[in-house]
């Protein structure tokens, strides 16, 4: 098999995590994860409860990107183009998986990042509708918070947050909402 990235270079064999059977370009140092090997490896790891918990961990991870991230590739087992999805970290990058063979092709650096976040467990999740619309929503949130902690202080904006909490959680808080924006109507 060659690489999805240049398209010359032959796949070696290698392992992630040290039992993880992959195939591994010498040259780009990217990492392809066959479905078979992926689905018996995720077999054997503990399940994720709440996959959304991981999104914030995500959010603050630091990622560099591969020099080869925007290359467009095809799946070095049946020749389709992969499709890509956008990981949020703060310096997003793209993990790409085959659409017909679901493997999984990882550039250099990729891996670990999915690692230390937890979501090498969670690939195929990354590819649903749902996750990215997950994803967005908690970006918009932590956008929201930073550009209100940048507008009020960090003083009060943690009282305006810890209120916000307060009032989410009382059965009337939407009491307490209301009057606060009847006071900034005036």
């Known amino acids: 098999m060659q690489c999805p990235k240049d398209r010359k270079t032959t796949l070696m064999d290698g392992t992630l995590m040290g039992q993880l059977p992959v195939l591994c370009c010498p040259d780009c140092q990217g ?23 991981l999104i914030d961990r ?31 970290t703060k310096t997003p990058f793209y993990l790409e998986r085959c659409p017909n063979c679901k493997g999984i092709w990882c ?50 904006a943690a009282r305006i947050f810890e209120l916000a909490e307060v009032l989410a959680q009382h059965p009337n808080g939407d009491f307490g909402v209301a009057y606060l924006m009847r006071r900034f109507d005036q």
């Open 31 to 53: 990492a392809w994860l066959p479905p078979q090997s992926y689905g018996e490896w995720q077999e054997h790891q503990p399940s994720v409860d709440d996959p959304s918990e």
């Open 107 to 156: 550039d250099r650096g990729e891996w670990e990042v999915l690692e230390k976040t937890g979501l090498h467990r969670i690939i195929d999740r990354l590819f649903s509708t749902e996750w990215q619309a997950l994803v967005r929503e908690r970006e918009l949130f932590a956008q929201e918070r930073r550009a209100t902690i940048e507008k009020l202080g960090p003083e009060l």
């Open 58 to 88: 995500v959010l603050e991870t630091d990622a560099t990107p591969s020099p080869t991230d925007g290359i467009a590739s095809l799946c070095p087992a049946c020749k389709c183009y992969l499709a890509r999805v956008k990981v949020s």
